[in-house]
């Protein structure tokens, strides 16, 4: 009987996965092409900036509000503010917008804490 229970359930196992609802947010896989894409849109930042910070960071996750607070000229009014960096010769801290936010926009926050964290070591694009 148990066999039997334990055959069904392995059967109904994919169903199970299949309806219920991700806990978590899950972004869009980085292919290389993907990744391709974001650097040529300045999402993600060249290979040479996009890598570890080796001075104190500080991540911050913030509400629209409070980005704006805390870079200020950094986002224009009716814009939506993602994320920025502020920079300091040993320190960067960098703001992102709380998860909340990200989802309701569906913006991988590991996309903005590399673009953020580029900006720390010392990349600059256009706007
Ligand atoms: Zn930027």
């Known amino acids: 009987m148990t066999i039997i229970k334990i055959m069904l359930l392995a059967a109904l196992w994919p169903l199970l996965l299949a309806q219920t609802p991700e806990p978590f947010f899950r ?9 391709a894409w974001l650097r040529s849109m300045n999402y993600l930042p060249p290979v040479e900036f ?3 910070y080796k001075g104190e960071l500080k991540v911050v996750r913030a509400t629209q509000s409070g980005l704006r607070e805390a870079c200020p000229g950094t ?3 009716g814009n939506i503010a993602i994320g920025c960096a502020l920079v300091y010769p040993a320190s960067c801290v960098i703001y992102l ?3 909340k936010f990200m989802q309701m926009i569906n ?8 673009h953020e964290r580029a900006h720390c070591n010392g990349w600059h694009h256009p706007r």
């Open 27 to 35: 972004p869009r896989e980085l292919t290389p092409s993907y990744v």
């Open 107 to 114: 913006y991988d926050v590991e996309i903005a804490l590399r």
């Open 50 to 52: 996009d890598h570890e």
């Open 97 to 99: 917008a709380d998860d």
């Open 75 to 77: 986002f224009k009014p």
